[in-house]
């Protein structure tokens, strides 16, 4: 039977926070893994020593060369966030123990609940998409590092007009330079954190509320040609069209003002959005309509399909704006749509529906088609009249599920 690999959680005390069976283990053991840091703390440890740089893979495939009494050091909770997740799931005789986390300490110095806040991590990661996961929420939890610090995350923050959260910032809790205290963003902004620290926001004003169907005369949007973009009632229809889930992966092809990718963003918060717009003034609104709303995500400037190729493969696609180029663009993202995943095309012109007709069935895709003919109240002295929109043909294509995807 293959020896059992302990993890152990360590605070910034070390292994004097340890309870001895801990420390007794580590004497027993032959083998002793961990990162520099965390190494340190047992500068006369006779067994082997192996350092946790590079990929985990590579190690966890060291380790279970050899059978050996090892003992694995990891920071406060081995499964939040943590080595613990990856490690139980590869290594077959495993067992974890968990220390009191920096999550829980931050939180007792501030003297306020967790089991109520958001959890993020941006440590090691980008800080792509966190405006929207961040947007609305109450008390956010943020794990940081070096690149994402302190007063990185806060000019980030203050980018996007997320004014109305407070930052607590938790440094080197449980060690010799623990220091922790309030910050208003901007002071935040010129503020030099020691490295190993976490960030609790606190919503302590008035936020904006954006539900889905963003009217038409608050997204930014090219003059004198204002009015090219997807219209309230066609965008939200589209949008359901699309079926989008929490963690979602979707196009949008022709993203213009950026309407559609700015609703789809506030619903797939955990997933991706990518968009991409052959016109730069439009491209420019864009920008400026995903600060306001609060929404990050990847725009490209250029013409589909040319750079869908470096996107990950989708869920859901929305068409809007093809330049010329539909029948191409149809196949592509037909043949990078996700098993289940959808398509939704809106045409304005029986040409352009009729080509997408062609081209959606060349590809094998299911097909259903909605003709939007709506109206809009417009009030003319004491009485009321309706406004015809343009009429919109919407065209939601369906890429069947295999057996294997049911």
């Not at 968990?98 to 991590?121: C, N, R, V």
């Not at 203050?158 to 205290?181: C, I, P, Q, R």
């Amino acid at each position: 039977m293959a020896a059992t690999m302990k993890v152990i959680g360590m605070s910034e005390q070390g292994p004097a926070a340890w309870p001895a069976l801990y420390q007794q283990w580590v004497a027993e053991s032959e083998r002793l893994v961990g990162g520099e840091r965390q190494l340190a703390f047992f500068p006369e440890y006779q067994g082997e020593k192996i350092g946790l740089k590079g990929g985990l893979k590579a190690t966890v495939e060291r380790l279970l060369e050899t059978e050996k009494k090892t003992v694995i050091l990891a920071s406060g909770d081995p499964l939040f966030y943590g080595i613990g997740g990856y490690l139980a799931k590869k290594v077959p005789s495993i067992e974890l123990y968990p220390a009191l986390s920096s999550i829980q300490a931050g939180f007792a110095k501030m003297q306020e609940s967790w089991h109520d806040a958001t959890f993020l991590s941006v440590h090691g990661r980008a800080m792509k998409g966190l405006a929207q996961k961040i947007d609305g929420q109450k008390k956010v939890c943020l794990l940081t590092d070096e690149t994402n610090s302190p007063a990185a995350i806060a000019a980030y923050l203050l980018d996007y007009g997320m004014s109305e959260y407070k930052a607590f910032v938790a440094e080197a809790l449980g060690g010799a330079n623990e220091k922790t205290g309030w910050f208003e963003l901007d002071e935040l902004t010129r503020y030099d954190a020691n490295p190993l620290n976490l960030v609790i926001l606190k919503q302590t004003g008035k936020a904006p509320s954006f539900p889905l169907g963003i009217d038409d005369h608050l997204f930014s949007q090219r003059k004198p040609d204002k009015g090219l973009i997807t219209k309230k009632e066609v965008r939200t229809l589209s949008i359901a069209a699309l079926k989008l889930r929490k963690t979602s992966t979707v196009w949008d092809i022709g993203t213009c003002t950026g309407s559609v990718a700015i609703e789809a963003a506030r619903i797939a918060t955990d997933g991706q959005v990518f968009a991409i717009e052959k016109n730069e003034a439009d491209l420019a609104n864009c920008y400026e309509n995903m600060k306001t709303f609060r929404t990050d995500f990847t725009v490209v400037h250029g013409k589909a399909p040319a750079q869908l190729d470096s996107w990950p493969d989708p869920d859901a696609v929305f068409i809007g704006g093809t330049g010329g180029e539909l029948p191409e663009i149809i196949r592509t993202c037909a043949e990078r749509l996700k098993a289940g995943g959808r398509i939704v095309l809106n045409a304005v012109t029986i040409e352009t529906l009729a080509t997408a007709q062609d081209a959606f069935k060349e590809a094998g895709l299911a097909l259903e088609m909605t003709l939007a003919q709506l109206s809009r109240s417009k009030p003319i002295l004491h009485m009321t009249r309706f406004d015809a929109l343009n009429p919109i043909y919407i065209l939601t294509a369906t890429k069947e599920e295999t057996d294997g995807n049911r």
